[in-house]
Nanobody
Framework: QVQLVESGGGLGQAGGSLRLSCAAS????????MAWFRQAPGKERDFVAA???????????FYADSVKGRFTISKNNGKNTMYLQMNSLKPEDTAVYYC?????????????????WGQGTQVTVSS
């Protein structure tokens, strides 16, 4: 089992930046894909970005179309920490952001693909 704790949420302005962190403990990254999801009020939890373990060739990253070019996912295996750098923020980025570990090395694009969740961190973007 793995424990995931997010931090770094808060209030941002449109066009500004925020960085989220996800600290993992227990059975950490290993070969599992890691991801960020978000859930806005009254909406479903949606995929945002994912990062896989690709061995010696390095990690691969994947993004939802809505954040591509603005958000960057990364991780530091030595620190067991994953990050989401969010630039050019928009009011529609307002949501609770969740750190997630996939059930395998495959990208978790749906809620059912996720093995473990963090508690979530609120991100609010003002216009």
């Amino acid at each position: 089992q793995v424990q995931l704790v997010e931090s770094g949420g808060g209030l941002g302005q449109a066009g500004g930046s925020l960085r989220l962190s996800c600290a993992a403990s227990g059975r950490t990254f290993g070969i599992y894909a890691m991801a960020w999801f978000r859930q806005a009020p009254g909406k479903e939890r949606d995929f945002v970005a994912a990062i896989t373990w690709s061995g010696w060739s390095g990690d691969s990253t994947f993004y939802a179309d809505s954040v591509k070019g603005r958000f960057t996912i990364s991780k530091n295996n030595g620190k067991n920490t994953m990050y989401l750098q969010m630039n050019s923020l928009k009011p529609e980025d307002t949501a609770v952001y969740y750190c997630a570990r996939g059930r395998s090395a495959l990208i978790p694009r749906k809620v059912n693909d996720v093995d473990s969740w963090g508690q979530g961190t609120q991100v609010t973007v003002s216009s």
